[in-house]
């Protein structure tokens, strides 16, 4: 159990970065938010992000070898009907917090 708090509190400490990132520009994809945080590992970015996502704070839509991260004010809009993805290109997939085939997390 003292190990899940820690997690937890962990993914809120980088989940607070990520917001502030997308509270100035809403519509990032992952790979941006990863080099503009370069402190967090990958994995603690995507557990972060599954959190949020859990939270309805973001949206997550995956692409080949990245995803699109949506901020809560640009998808709560149009929830009611399709979108078609604003940053990246393609077509919109299913959302998943499954990293990329090229993911690999440091540890």
Do not use: N
Request: positive net charge; without cysteine; aromatic residues 8%.
């Amino acid at each position: 159990m003292h190990h899940q708090h820690r997690s937890d509190a962990v993914a809120r400490l980088v989940g607070r970065d990520i917001l502030a990132l997308l509270k100035s520009r809403p519509v990032q994809m992952f790979s941006e938010i990863a080099a503009a945080l370069p402190q967090y590992t990958w994995h603690a970015l995507l557990s972060a992000l599954q959190q949020l996502s859990s939270e309805r704070r973001i949206e997550f839509v995956r692409y080949e070898s990245d995803y699109e991260i949506l901020y809560e004010t640009v998808y709560a809009i149009g929830k009611d009907s399709s979108r078609v993805p604003v940053a990246g290109q393609g077509h919109k997939a299913a959302h998943s917090v499954t990293a990329p085939r090229s993911f690999k997390p440091a540890l």
